[in-house]
């Protein structure tokens, strides 16, 4: 799990649970960027990977059923090597907009982890540019939307430049099964009305069919 601190810690959970493995404690768990906090689940075995007692190779990470890492965005650039050799069960980012820029290290280094689940949290996946976006996928959902380059030529461009309804709509059909908004948040607006892509909460790496069940 990758985190931002305790704003979201109840969205973390809820993604956990929806994805199944909240109650799945034979499962691994890297989270990183939260702010270290009691958890409900009492048979989670907390790992904090910060200060000088963190694993310095990867067989130190632990592989025990029901380990929940802890660690922050700075170790994930710092240990971008270490956390990148270890194939987690599963990566959770809590305030993903923290990987907004594809071109920067964070992004980078949480692109690099291996995990066959991946689930990115945040409240505001596009806040300047739609290059956001594609980062954000990009982690959650590798190749979705093909090369950086080819989203930008095909959504990007044509979406902030010229407003195109049309890119607008086709990406939007293709993001809006993946992602699952926080309780409370209005209706997506219907398509074509706007080119502004709504809040997504959740990133959920699955299948079209599967994410039926999460809208």
Not at 33 to 48: G, H, N, T, Y
Not at 175 to 192: M, S, Y
Request: neutral net charge; hydrophobic residues 45%.
């Amino acid at each position: 799990v990758v985190g931002g601190g305790g704003m979201l810690f109840g969205a973390v959970q809820e993604a956990l649970e929806r994805c199944g493995f909240w109650t799945r404690l034979e499962t691994d768990w890297v989270c990183l960027d939260c702010e270290i906090m009691p958890w409900s689940a009492k048979a989670l075995e907390l790992v904090r990977h910060y200060g000088p007692e963190r694993a310095k190779a990867p067989g130190e990470v632990p592989r025990r059923p029901g380990a929940l890492v802890l660690t922050t965005y700075g170790l994930l650039r710092r240990d971008a090597e270490l956390l990148a050799e270890v194939e987690w069960d599963a990566v959770v980012l809590d305030e993903a907009q923290q990987i907004k820029n594809p071109a920067a290290r964070t992004a980078r280094a949480a692109r690099r982890l291996t995990a066959a689940s991946r689930v990115a949290l945040t409240g505001t996946p596009v806040e300047n540019r739609l290059s956001e976006l594609w980062s954000i996928m990009e982690f959650a959902n590798p190749g979705l939307l093909g090369r950086f380059a080819h989203f930008r030529e095909r959504y990007a461009v044509p979406v902030e430049r010229w407003r195109d309804q049309n890119a607008a709509a086709q990406l939007r059909r293709i993001v809006a099964p993946l992602f699952q908004k926080k309780p409370g948040d209005e209706a997506l607006a219907k398509e074509g009305e706007t080119v502004d892509l709504p809040p997504i909460l959740a990133y959920l790496e699955m299948t079209v069919p599967d994410a039926g069940g999460f809208l």
